[in-house]
């Protein structure tokens, strides 16, 4: 079986993917692999996390909570790219 790269291996995932979370947590793995040579893929990949947990029915209140965490978890000079739009 021939090697994939990361980011192609969390795409193929999230192309088979059955269940909506699935697909939004396979494309958050995605987007995280790719900001090693993209930094502008660092928003998509916590906003992927955060969208899993609403689609695995954790609800809005739940996908805000992730967001926060994140938030709080990034040093504050990085949080201008993670967060260019603020939390």
């Known amino acids: 079986m ?3 790269s990361p980011h192609a291996a969390a795409a193929r995932a999230a192309i088979e993917a059955r269940a ?3 697909t939004a947590a396979a494309r ?3 987007q ?3 900001v090693a040579h993209m ?3 660092a928003p998509h990949a916590a906003a992927y996390a955060a969208t899993a947990l609403t689609r695995h029915g954790a609800g809005n209140s739940d996908r805000d909570s992730e967001r926060r965490r994140q938030w709080d978890a990034l040093d504050p000079g990085l949080r201008p790219l993670g967060f260019p ?3």
């Open 85 to 87: 739009k603020g939390l």
């Open 20 to 22: 909506l979370a699935a």
């Open 39 to 41: 930094a502008d893929h």
């Open 2 to 4: 021939p090697r994939r």
């Open 28 to 30: 958050a793995a995605g």
């Open 32 to 34: 995280a692999a790719a």
